[in-house]
């Protein structure tokens, strides 16, 4: 079955340092979407992302998809410290031919952001 | 406009136990999923369901677990004879589903279940 990989699992950073974190699929997704979860809260949906190649941005987040649209990317710049909690990539799986809604969970980069 | 329910916040059973948890999804919205969550993992998929249907139920382990979408009502998660492995955060999430493609999934605040 479709697996979802992230990196790293936790990333510590001092406050104004930049964050990155990394989604890589075992096959091609037909979207992306990006989640974040604060601690003790549920997932939030941040964005998706559709077309290969495709850059999106949210004030300090910029969100990339990948040109064989299997990897993506999520960096922050210059964090703070309401940033801390952990972020989620989903991909959502092709079935004949297009998706059908049930979406693959990576398993989340914890960030920590020390003042 | 509220959004996905989920009911109880936190629930206790003993081992053998059933715990059963209730999701309302957002108004509008007819599809639900239910996913697992262990404490600093990921979101493990169990179960899609559309009303009166189980459209993808890959994620759900075979026995002592089920999952209804009724035409009225909220979507249910039933756990029987509950064992410690099962302790976990549950969260529903649901979506505007219009056809094929993937939306938006809104999640509601979860069930955390402990297991004694």
């Known amino acids: 079955g479709q697996q979802v990989m992230q990196i790293p699992q936790y990333q510590h950073v001092q406050e104004g340092e930049d964050f990155t974190t990394y989604c890589n699929s075992s096959t091609t997704l037909s979207n992306i979407q990006w989640y974040k979860q604060r601690p003790g809260g549920h997932p939030v949906f941040l964005i998706q992302?559709?077309?290969?190649?495709e850059v999106k941005k949210q004030k300090r987040l910029t969100f990339q998809f990948g040109e064989a649209k299997k990897n993506s990317s999520l960096h922050i710049t210059a964090t703070q410290t309401t940033d801390v909690g952990t972020y989620f990539c989903a991909g959502g799986a092709y079935a004949g031919g297009t998706s059908y809604g049930k979406l693959t969970f990576g398993q989340g980069t914890i960030l920590t952001v020390h003042p | 406009n509220a959004g996905v329910m989920q009911n109880p916040r936190h629930l206790v059973r003993r081992r053998g136990q059933e715990a059963r948890l209730r999701c309302s999804p957002m108004?509008?919205?007819?599809?639900v999923y239910w996913y697992r969550q262990l404490p600093e993992e990921g979101l493990k998929f169990m179960v899609y369901l559309q009303k009166e249907n189980i459209i993808d139920e890959s994620g759900m382990p075979k026995e002592r677990f089920s999952a209804e979408f009724p035409k009225e009502g909220p979507s249910i998660l039933r756990i029987q004879q509950v064992v410690r492995g099962d302790s976990a955060a549950y969260f529903c999430?649901?979506?505007?589903?219009?056809?094929?493609?993937?939306?938006?999934?809104?999640f509601g605040p979860g069930t955390r279940l402990t297991v004694t």
């Open positions: 999430a649901s979506t505007h589903q219009i056809g094929q493609g993937d939306y938006e999934q809104y």
């Open positions: 108004k509008g919205h007819s599809h």
């Open positions: 992302l559709v077309k290969s190649g």
